[in-house]
């Protein structure tokens, strides 16, 4: 792994870089077959070898090393939970009016941030944000149903928010209206299938071969895209 070291202090030179090296951390990602297989794994910078850990926040993004989204989840359910449990504390002075705004200021973008970036985490860390989504929306209209109280809200499910935010910016990559390295990620049927069918307008869906890959935001990205034309 020295040759991974050269590299990454001949970049930082390169780039006039200076790392504080007692807060860089270290981290492999991929599955966990894949790194149970690295054995010896160690960067320096200089003579100073840097910690591995298996996960990091960085950017308001809790990344581990699966990238399966599950710590980077559990974060927004405790940051939510905090305010959502403050929330409730105060609701009794407001009226619906208020409380639904005060809700919509200071809780719904802890689970919009950047959610296009995270909408493939797995059902079970979905769910658990829906239960705090609903436990908020009994506090504010002040219902003993949750069910009832999304309906008297008209408060979507946060998968539907998600996903309309996904379709965003997959529109924005199909007009170039992103960063060079997300402009081909998506390609027409019509400019795959030289004739016209009912699926034209569609995007291409890429043939992949693990679970993993059908996360990726060019596959899952390419799904919802479709789903919301039909």
């Known amino acids: 792994m020295r040759n991974l070291s050269v590299i990454v202090n001949n970049w930082t030179h390169k780039n006039f870089l200076f790392l504080n090296m ?22 320096y910078i200089g003579n100073f070898e840097l910690t591995r850990v298996s996960g990091f926040k960085y950017l308001g993004f809790v990344l581990d090393k699966n990238l399966s989204w599950k710590a980077h989840v559990k974060y927004l359910i405790a940051q939510g939970g905090k305010r959502v449990g403050m929330f409730g504390r105060l609701r009794k002075n407001l009226t619906v009016g208020a409380a639904n705004t005060l809700y919509k200021s200071l809780i719904v973008p802890i689970f919009d941030y950047y959610d296009s970036v995270w909408s493939c985490c797995n059902k079970c860390d979905a769910n658990g944000l829906e239960r705090l989504q609903r436990r908020g929306a009994k506090i504010v209209s002040m219902s003993s149903s949750s069910d009832s109280a999304m309906q008297i809200l008209k408060w979507v499910p946060l998968e539907t928010r998600r996903d309309k935010h996904v379709w965003k910016l997959v529109k924005k990559c199909l007009t170039n209206n992103v960063p060079q390295f997300l402009r081909n990620y998506f390609t027409f049927n019509r400019h795959v299938v030289p004739r016209i069918t009912r699926q034209s307008n569609c995007l291409r869906i890429p043939r992949v071969r693990t679970e993993a890959t059908k996360r990726a935001f060019f596959y899952n990205g390419a799904l919802i895209y479709n789903n919301f034309l039909n």
């Open 22 to 43: 007692r807060k860089t951390e270290v981290v492999i990602f991929g599955t966990d077959v894949r790194i149970s297989q690295v054995s010896c794994f160690k960067v």
